[in-house]
């Protein structure tokens, strides 16, 4: 039962989680054109920071450490001294191209399981240079 008020939920909040991932693809996209541009970036990550709490408030915890470490990467970005940008544009992208997908068969019934994502959450991880998670963590 408590899966379909979940699924409610998700459905009623869903186009609006995707128009913000698309207006931090745009600002990402941006910003990849010109890294001096500190505005474009600082709007991917806020973007991506209502993304985060919006899916962790309705507890999609998989989804939101998804949302959470995309945005953690775009933080990085904006110090590109940190983070290589050219290769961690492409994960990022990757990342918001595919969690309007994931979003969507949770939607449809699937369960939100966070070791589905956990390959791309390492991805993103990899390109900040943070320590990859596990599946028992």
Same mark, same amino acid.
């Not at 990022?92 to 939100?112: F, I, N, S, T, W």
């Given at each position: 039962?408590?899966?379909?008020?979940?699924?409610?939920?998700?459905?009623?909040?869903?186009?609006?989680?995707?128009?913000?991932?698309?207006?931090?693809?745009?600002?990402?996209?941006?910003?990849?054109?010109?890294?001096?541009?500190?505005?474009?970036?600082?709007?991917?990550?806020?973007?991506?920071?209502?993304?985060?709490?919006? +899916?962790?408030? $309705?507890?999609?915890?998989?989804? &939101?450490?998804?949302?959470?470490?995309?945005? #953690?990467?775009? !933080?990085?970005?904006?110090?590109?001294?940190?983070?290589?940008?050219?290769?961690?544009?492409?994960?990022?992208?990757?990342?918001?191209?595919?969690?309007?997908?994931?979003?969507?068969?949770?939607?449809?019934?699937?369960?939100?399981?966070?070791?589905? +994502?956990?390959? $791309?959450?390492?991805?993103?991880? &990899?390109?900040?240079?943070?320590?990859?998670? #596990?599946?028992? !963590?």
């Amino acid at each position: 039962m408590t899966d379909n008020y979940d699924q409610l939920a998700l459905s009623w909040v869903r186009k609006e989680i995707n128009n913000t991932l698309d207006q931090a693809r745009q600002g990402l996209e941006n910003f990849a054109e010109d890294t001096q541009d500190q505005t474009q970036i600082q709007f991917c990550i806020n973007c991506l920071h209502q993304v985060q709490g919006t +899916l962790q408030m $309705l507890e999609f915890s998989g989804a &939101a450490k998804l949302a959470q470490e995309m945005e #953690s990467l775009a !933080e990085k970005m904006a110090d590109s001294e940190k983070v290589a940008v050219e290769s961690s544009f492409e994960v990022l992208m990757r990342a918001l191209l595919q969690m309007p997908g994931y979003l969507e068969r949770v939607e449809e019934g699937q369960k939100d399981i966070p070791v589905i +994502l956990l390959p $791309l959450i390492n991805e993103l991880r &990899a390109a900040s240079e943070t320590k990859p998670i #596990s599946e028992r !963590e």
